[in-house]
């Protein structure tokens, strides 16, 4: 079973070594892709990145220091936003970490897909950004992460906001898609850090028990996978 996470736009910075676009468990395969987007990035403006004025600068220093290799951190460590926190991924156990590293992949407008210690640089490229060559990221990753997804051996997961499914087709007939409800709260920080919750529990445990599974008033509508 692999699990779907959005990567977060909230970063570690720093970092040792040089990032390369091969690197990373999905490197050979989304190079070519990969080579594209840092390549666009420097160029693209704050708007289009969608930008807040405060990190206008420290974005575009990130970005451009792709083309000359960033420093890395594995990714489990490069994002720090709440997802991450609910999923608690710096204090995971070895044989967690493990287990983490073999099913979760996270959905970059970078990277395209990235495992849980995939070598990551800091840079800026929300899925829903434009760039001037590429256009809208998630429309232009969509044909290659999705072929690269059908390679998957295994159920997919699918844990991720609307503006990352844009980006992905899951394969028919092992494709989950799972949304989190709750009676009175709706979206926010307090759903992503359930979303994190639920898959540190999804390393453990089978899709097929999800309604077992219960966080605070937190539980799962899950969409089973399509046949076609």
Do not use: C
Not at 39 to 61: C, E, F, G, Y
């Amino acid at each position: 079973m692999f699990i779907l996470l959005p990567p977060s736009e909230g970063k570690a910075p720093g970092g040792t070594g040089k990032w390369t676009a091969g690197s990373g468990k999905y490197g050979r395969l989304l190079r070519a892709a990969r080579v594209q987007v840092a390549n666009d990035l420097p160029v693209a403006t704050a708007a289009q990145l969608k930008i807040p004025q405060t990190l206008v600068a420290v974005s575009h220093s990130a970005n451009a220091r792709l083309a000359t290799g960033a420093p890395i951190l594995p990714a489990s460590r490069r994002y720090t936003g709440v997802v991450f926190k609910g999923l608690d991924s710096t204090g995971l156990s070895s044989a967690e970490n493990d287990t983490a590293n073999e099913r979760i992949v996270m959905v970059s407008g970078l990277l395209g897909l990235v495992g849980f210690n995939d070598p990551t640089p800091d840079y800026r490229a929300p899925i829903d950004a434009r760039t001037p060559s590429l256009g809208n990221l998630a429309s232009w990753w969509r044909p290659t992460l999705t072929r690269a997804l059908y390679q998957l051996d295994g159920d997919i997961v699918d844990l991720l906001p609307q503006s990352h499914r844009h980006a992905v087709v899951l394969p028919p007939g092992r494709g989950w898609t799972v949304d989190l409800v709750h009676g009175t709260v709706r979206g926010g920080h307090d759903a992503k850090y359930a979303k994190g919750r639920f898959a540190r529990w999804l390393l453990t445990n089978d899709i097929r028990s999800w309604k077992k599974w219960r966080d605070d008033g937190w539980r799962v509508d899950v969409t089973p996978p399509s046949a076609t």
